[in-house]
């Protein structure tokens, strides 16, 4: 972060994130004391200062020990994000089928006024009350859950075949990483390359996203074409480029892409993977081609989840995509040839 050259334009509220104690009694009478964080949109406070209605940015609560407890993001007075303790549930993490239930809180705000020789009593100023929506403890476990998704997605990985295939798993601008996986989105940022770099640079809250959709592909496409040993999954196979399992893993990652940013920027994250290449290879082609075939996918069937996963598939397997090796063996060829139905990354044809 940079200097900050004239500290007058700097607002009170970018450096200092309002609290307040509130105090209320559970479902069992006992008496909770939480402390409420409010933390306001940029815009918001410029234009919208004091609108409650419209109010966009995000409350939290956390309990006295600085605990984190749920949070609510808005934007334009309508919640549009729940964020839960990744403890919540059965299995402990944010990976549940919940119910949302209404709350209300009143909270009765006081003065003290204090000097060198200690504080007065409080004084009662006025009272507030509003209402907001927490997760119901009553959480099942999805049993084909098995890598970390948005509460109501489909999973990255395992068995999702009894699952909803109307699910969406689209994650967009401001999805946060759960605090069990900052290792890993932090390593995937190391390993970018410098046009990747100053893309996430210029768009910092689409990172997040950006980071799941990539683990999403690998995750699905490992899952789709792992190697088999007399019907039983053996180790993981590396990765080949040129294969079904990389062009549907390209195809997918620009599907989902797509569905997060929009045609233009998955175009641009897609194209920046490639680096800053001049002379296009005969492997660049081929995976700018899987890309578009992946954004023109989910533009046709403006679908999501398992559906997105499975058109994308269809369409690997139909041939619309590229290859130029074939295989475990790896071999390649001296032009692209299309993908096929192979079911497993082993099979070579």
């Known amino acids: 972060m940079g200097f900050i050259k004239d500290k007058s334009k700097i607002a009170e509220e970018d450096l200092i994130t309002p609290v307040q104690l509130v105090v209320y009694l559970d479902g069992d009478g006992k008496e909770v004391v939480e402390r409420m964080y409010t933390k306001t949109d ?6 919208k200062k004091s609108k409650d209605k419209d109010f966009t940015g995000m409350h939290w609560f956390e309990d006295t ?4 407890k749920r949070g609510f993001v808005y934007k ?3 919640l549009v994000q729940t964020l839960l303790p990744k403890d919540i549930g059965q299995q402990g993490n944010l990976r549940t089928s919940c119910g949302l239930i209404l709350q209300s809180t009143t909270i009765d705000y006081y003065s003290i006024a204090c000097s060198s020789n200690g504080c007065g009593p409080p004084q009662f100023m006025y009272t507030e009350s509003f209402s907001y929506y927490v997760a119901d403890r009553n959480c099942e476990q999805n049993k084909h859950d098995t890598e970390y998704a948005p509460s109501g997605s489909g999973g990255s990985g395992g068995d999702t075949s009894g699952g909803d295939q109307n699910q969406d798993d689209t994650v967009t601008e401001g999805w946060a990483v759960p605090e069990d996986r900052i290792s890993q989105f932090n390593a995937w940022l190391r390993d970018l390359n410098p046009r990747e770099t100053a893309w996430l640079k210029a768009n910092p809250g689409k990172a997040p996203a950006a980071w799941f959709n990539t683990q999403k592909a690998e995750n ?3 899952s789709e074409y792992m190697c088999q040993k007399d019907g039983i999954f ?6 080949i480029d040129g294969t079904n399992q990389n062009a549907f893993k390209h195809a997918y990652w620009n599907a989902m892409n797509y569905n997060s940013f929009g045609e233009e920027e998955a175009k641009i994250i ?3 993977h490639e680096g800053d290449w001049t002379v296009k290879t005969l492997d660049i082609d081929m995976d700018l081609q899987n890309n578009a075939l992946g954004r023109k996918v989910a533009q046709t069937c403006g679908c999501s989840g398992i559906a997105l996963r499975d058109a994308v598939l269809k ?4 041939g619309r995509g590229k290859r130029n090796s074939i295989g475990v063996t790896g071999k390649k060829e001296e032009r692209l040839i299309s993908t096929s139905s ?3 990354f082993c099979n070579d044809n």
């Open 220 to 222: 699905q496409s490992r």
């Open 342 to 344: 192979a079911t497993t």
């Open 315 to 318: 369409a690997i397997k139909d």
């Open 76 to 78: 334009n007075g309508e």
């Open 234 to 239: 053996s180790d993981w196979i590396v990765d």
């Open 42 to 47: 940029a815009e918001y406070r410029k234009q």
């Open 65 to 68: 020990e600085g605990h984190f």
């Open 270 to 272: 897609g194209d920046n």
